[in-house]
Every structure is written in C-alpha cells, then in structure tokens.
C-alpha cells in the first residue's frame, strides 16, 4: 500500500544533541512538508520541498535542518539551536497539481521527540 | 495575516447526534478549506476539500460547507458514533500561499455511547 513512513515513532534526546527524523513517502508525490504540532496550537510549517535538491523554509525552520536528496526522502534534523523542541512531527506530501491548491495533503504517523 | 480559528476547543455528544464544528477565517482570499481528523498521538487524515467557488463537499455523514464572504466553514457530522470521536482540525489555503496552509487548532471530540 502506498504512504508516508515516519520514524522513529518516539525519540529522546539529551540537551545539545543532534537528532534525525525520517520520512519515506511511495506515492510518487514530488511535494513533501514538515510540521510540527504543538498542544493547543495549529500545525506549523517547518520545511517543505517541491523538487529534489530543492526546499524552502517555513514559518519556524530556525534550529532546523532538511535534505532532499531523493524524491522519496525528506529527513529533518532538529539541531542543537532549537531551543524548545519537544513537540508532534509531522510529514507530509502532495502531487504539484496543475491547479494550485488542489493537492490533497496525505500524512504520515508522526514523530514525538522529547528532550530530556 | 490570515489566522485560523476553531470554536470550541472541545466538545462531547451522546452517541446518535448530529452535531456542527466550526471553523472561521480572517482572509477571504484563499484557494480551499481543508477538514482533516487526527486520532491520539497519529498523522492526519484528509476528510473534505473544499475549493474557494463551491459551497460544500459531501462524503458519508459528512458534509463540510464554506462561506468565504463571511470567513465560515461548518463540519456537519450526521448520526454521530463513538468512532467519531478525535480531533478535528481545518486549514486553509491563501490565494498566493505556495503551498502553505494555515491551521486551526482543532476541535476534540468525544461521542459518548
């Protein structure tokens, strides 16, 4: 079945550490996105990539790092600049649809990083 | 600034109730209004779409509605189960936006058997 994979499912890291987080999508989607949730608030953007070798920053990508180096893959590394980085994240992705705003966005299971 | 808001927070129902979630915008200006349903502690899942020149989606028990002039978009959810229950949450597409959507915060829901 196509879809998004996340992983880990839960992760812990010690204050100064760098962590990776991947997501593997087999949709054939040439749009992938980074969220993070956070209790009470709506999701924000953190990345997003429309094309291999290419992405751009969201509203909250200070202290954050992403890669695209295929069209499958779009890890997010949260790095020791992010201050508060305990939160839901979430991946997604979407076709580029000829109509702007008619991609459908599919989701992947999230990941939930605490520091310790 | 488009900002997104969903009123109430929370909300809980006896089973069998057809109940509305709300969603308000403060841009008119946008290409489509998103429902989504996200259970504890998972991904999101699509539920409606809803492009700025139609004024509702239906699927199943569900029937999303947009009014952009008055910044509105109601989730009818008819013949409530306890299946139901999650968070429900809306997001927004702005004319220009290049592919961001704002979000709401969501509405948790619990249907009580």
């Known amino acids: 079945d196509g879809g998004i994979t996340q992983s880990p499912k839960y992760l812990f890291r010690k204050e100064g550490q760098n962590v990776t987080l991947s997501c593997e999508q087999n949709?054939?989607?040439?749009?992938m996105y980074w969220y993070r949730q956070d209790p009470g608030q709506g999701l924000r953007l953190i990345y997003y990539?429309?094309?291999?070798?290419?992405?751009q920053k969201g509203d909250i990508a200070e202290g954050y790092s992403v890669s695209r180096e295929k069209k499958e893959s779009f890890p997010l590394t949260v790095t020791s600049a992010q201050k508060n980085p305990t939160a839901f994240y979430l991946c997604?992705?979407?076709?580029?649809?000829?109509?702007?705003?008619?991609?459908?966005?599919?989701f992947g299971a999230g990941s939930r990083l605490t520091v310790l | 600034k488009q900002e997104v808001t969903q009123i109430p927070a929370a909300l809980s129902v006896p089973e069998g109730e057809n109940l509305v979630l709300n969603c308000s915008f403060t841009?008119?200006?946008?290409?489509?209004l998103q429902w989504f349903r996200q259970d504890p502690g998972k991904g999101l899942t699509s539920l409606l779409l809803?492009?700025?020149s139609q004024r509702e989606q239906t699927s199943g028990r569900l029937n999303a509605s947009l009014d952009k002039s008055s910044g509105r978009s109601t989730l009818y959810i008819a013949a409530s189960q306890p299946g139901d229950s999650a968070t429900y949450l809306c997001?927004?597409?702005?004319?220009?936006?290049?592919?961001?959507?704002?979000w709401g915060a969501g509405t948790k829901l619990i249907i009580k058997p």
């Open positions: 949709l054939n989607h040439d749009a």
């Open positions: 997604a992705s979407s076709t580029l649809a000829r109509v702007q705003g008619a991609n459908v966005l599919t």
């Open positions: 809803i492009q700025s």
């Open positions: 990539s429309q094309i291999v070798n290419d992405f």
């Open positions: 841009d008119s200006a946008i290409y489509n």
């Open positions: 997001a927004v597409k702005g004319v220009g936006s290049n592919y961001q959507l704002i």
